[in-house]
């Protein structure tokens, strides 16, 4: 199915709202993957482990898909919605490993990379930029190319300036600004 044939792409405001209420947000004290302390925690897989909610993510992502060979993520965090997104798109993907696997091939990602396509990296949450970093460094070093990062939240903390230094544009659904601004 392409995108034009599906329901329309949900509004920023509606994934904001999804998130909400999936408690997908959290306010407090914690301690982000980074090392950062921060009072809020963004945690989608608590929105993409619904099917509804996943179908609202993919729906938001695949509008953002554009030209592009295939999609990439990295486990755990944007496989689902990698998938779901393939699925909407029709485009192949990949799944990035963190760490390649002692046995077997000992890849850093399953599927292919072709040499020279073009790969759209999709993420979860981003906030310094570097797991989307070493996604771009994998795909790059299997001979992709990836200019474009489609994240579902920007925690809006230096991840897009990171990854422009890299030639990588990074576009989200939802920033961590419009979460706090929606909150009850």
Do not use: C
Request: aromatic residues 4%; glycine residues 10%.
């Amino acid at each position: 199915m392409n995108d034009a044939e599906g329901p329309a792409p949900p509004e920023p405001a509606a994934v904001v709202r999804m998130l909400l209420d999936a408690s997908a947000v959290r306010f407090g004290s914690f301690t982000l993957a980074s090392g950062e302390t921060s009072d809020v925690y963004v945690d989608v897989k608590r929105a993409w482990t619904d099917p509804a909610r996943l179908q609202l993510l993919a729906r938001a992502l695949a509008a953002r898909v554009g030209t592009t060979d295939r999609l990439a993520g990295m486990e755990l965090g944007a496989v689902p919605l990698v998938v779901a997104t393939a699925l909407v798109t029709g485009h192949p993907y990949v799944v990035l490993r963190k760490a390649p696997k002692e046995h077997g091939t000992q890849q850093p990602f399953e599927g292919s990379i072709p040499r020279g396509s073009h790969v759209l990296l999709i993420e979860d949450v981003a906030t310094t930029g570097g797991s989307s970093l070493r996604s771009v460094e994998i795909i790059r070093e299997a001979g992709g190319k990836v200019d474009r990062v489609v994240v579902v939240v920007d925690r809006e903390s230096g991840a897009r300036e990171r990854l422009a230094a890299v030639g990588v544009r990074l576009e989200s659904i939802a920033t961590l600004a419009e979460l706090r601004g929606a909150q009850p």
